[in-house]
């Protein structure tokens, strides 16, 4: 069996996965008074995982107005795994996530990492980490996976 296809960057997700919105505050700060500057903020989000391949998390920032502050799509993908498969040993990390502008224009960054792992061991060594500015592409196709998500919403 091969990793699915929405395993990828950017590549469109599986029709069934669940779209949420939840409130950026939490209650206790909105309670407290102490969530004025992210009042009626809000996270979609969307998750998907296979565990025998990896899995991909879609984060969306938007104001108590609905615009976009921010976004961005993560894939981690199993390389290898102990003997038995029962944990991940190597993992990959691809993303691409920033802040939209209010002028249109996007702030953000690529990343590419490796991660090792012991077996039992949950935090890992970075075996390598590199980050450049997104490609005009890779931002039309977060853009396009924004949208994606946000047309899912119930």
């Known amino acids: ?21 939840v409130p950026v505050a939490t209650a206790e700060q909105i309670a407290s ?9 809000h996270s979609v989000r969307a998750f998907v995982s296979e565990p025998e391949f990896g899995l991909r ?17 993560h894939v981690m993908r199993v390389l290898d795994t102990t003997s038995d498969g029962s944990e991940a040993t190597l993992t990959g990390h691809e993303s691409v996530g920033g802040r939209f502008e ?3 224009s996007f702030l953000g960054t690529y990343w590419n990492t490796t ?9 890992g060594v970075t075996r ?3 980050s450049r500015p997104p490609s005009t592409e890779e931002i039309a196709a977060l853009r396009r ?3 994606d998500v946000l047309g899912r919403l119930p």
Do not use: C
Request: glycine content about 10%; overall charge negative.
């Open 33 to 41: 008074g102490t969530a004025s500057a992210i009042q009626g903020w």
């Open 102 to 104: 209010a002028d249109g």
């Open 57 to 73: 998390h879609v984060l969306i920032t938007l104001d108590q107005d609905d615009r976009l502050l921010s976004g961005g799509d």
């Open 145 to 147: 996976l924004i949208e």
């Open 128 to 130: 390598n980490a590199e």
């Open 1 to 21: 069996m091969s990793a699915p296809a929405w395993l990828s960057l950017l590549s469109p997700l599986p029709p069934d996965v669940r779209v949420d919105k």
């Open 115 to 123: 991660s090792e792992y012991s077996p039992g061991d949950e935090t």
